[in-house]
Nanobody, 115 residues
């Protein structure tokens, strides 16, 4: 059974930082492309950052320079370091594993940026 479990969300003040973690089980983690998506209230889900199995990364323009995605193929985990957080970063952040058109999703972790 595939499981993606996110953690690390919470309430943070504008300008603060959070590190999200996603722990994967039930898949051969190292061969999957991994990504972080977010969905804000009333908005469509959007890609925040992705990392290929080879370690190449891509970011949404809105988070470039503020976020860093990384993966640990030994721990079967993917991380999202978020700095200089803004109120518009408030959303549920979900972990995604993708391989050959097959997607697995975590349930998400809520990030709230507010003073």
């Amino acid at each position: 059974q595939v499981q993606l479990v996110e953690s690390g969300g919470g309430l943070v003040q504008p300008g603060g930082s959070l590190r999200l973690s996603c722990s994967a089980s039930g898949i051969t983690f190292s061969i999957y492309a991994m990504g972080w998506y977010r969905q804000a209230p009333g908005k469509q889900r959007e890609l925040v950052a992705g990392i290929t199995r080879g370690g190449s990364t891509n970011y949404a323009d809105s988070v470039k320079g503020r976020c860093t995605i990384s993966r640990d193929n030994v721990k079967n985990a993917v991380y999202l370091q978020m700095n200089s957080l803004k109120p518009e970063d408030t959303a549920v952040y979900c972990c995604n594993a993708k391989l050959n058109g097959i997607d697995f999703w975590g349930k998400g972790t809520l990030v709230t940026v507010s003073s």
